[in-house]
């Protein structure tokens, strides 16, 4: 039962366009949310998180939008870039007690494609 | 410098035999986890390990044991492998808050093929 999901798998945008991943989840005690991009052959790679105390978390090209009551969160990436195309995965925690860190759900991903 | 690495990062075996995967960070991060992603691409968590200590330990087939010599070694030990093991295997370390960030560094990943 897929806790987080990410309905959308793919998504290709111009460069320098807006670049919109979205990201539902059901379970209400989830209060930390992340997202990671994911390069071929690689590990996922932290990109930004957001506390539920929150709604919106800026870092750069890169903001995170939280709507607790919709149970939804969004990355934007702004203006997009042909180093961005990877895979980008939502994830989400329980809370920062010692035996729930690091229990993330994450979501399918979301395949970006930035093309010149 | 890798700061979480995996060894093998490709590994192809037989039904029935038993392999591991080692993970090393040197991040000095005090929690170290193992996460499986399968066929459908779902990251999923495994194991996790708090100065050598098992904190999370998900519902996992008992041929699968962790072993942590050190906390900044998490081993994973897999007997009678199966086809459904194939996956790729990704290690990972924190360090929770308040001393770091919380956020999990991942290493490149073992794939994993059982045929």
């Known amino acids: 039962d897929q806790q987080v999901k990410q309905n959308s798998p793919s998504l290709s945008v111009q460069e320098g366009r807006i670049s919109i991943l979205n990201c539902d989840y059901t379970?209400?005690?989830?209060?930390?949310f992340l997202w990671y991009k994911k390069y071929p052959a690689e590990g996922p790679t932290f990109l930004i998180s957001i506390s539920s105390i929150k709604d919106k978390n800026e870092d750069g090209r890169f903001t995170v939008f939280l709507n607790k009551s919709a149970k939804h969160l969004s990355l934007h990436i702004v203006p997009s870039q042909p180093g961005d195309s990877a895979v980008y995965f939502c994830?989400?925690?329980?809370?920062?007690?010692?035996?729930?860190?690091?229990?993330?759900?994450f979501g399918a991903g979301t395949q970006v494609v930035v093309t010149p | 410098d890798t700061a979480v690495s995996q060894t093998p990062k490709y590994l192809v075996t037989q039904m029935g035999n038993d392999k591991s995967i080692k993970c090393e960070q040197n991040l000095g991060h005090d929690t170290m986890y193992w996460y499986k992603q399968d066929s459908k691409k779902f990251l999923k968590i495994m194991f996790s390990y708090n100065n050598k200590e098992l904190i999370i330990n998900e519902t996992v087939p008992n041929r699968f044991s962790p072993k942590s010599p050190d906390k900044a070694h998490l081993n994973l030990h897999i007997n009678s492998l199966e086809l459904g093991d194939s996956a790729v295997y990704f290690c990972?370390?924190?360090?929770?808050?308040?001393?770091?960030?919380?956020?999990?560094?991942f290493g490149e990943g073992s794939r994993l093929t059982v045929l």
């Open positions: 990972a370390s924190s360090q929770e808050l308040p001393g770091g960030t919380g956020e999990l560094f």
């Open positions: 994830a989400a925690s329980e809370g920062m007690t010692t035996d729930s860190w690091g229990k993330l759900q």
């Open positions: 379970n209400s005690m989830f209060d930390y």
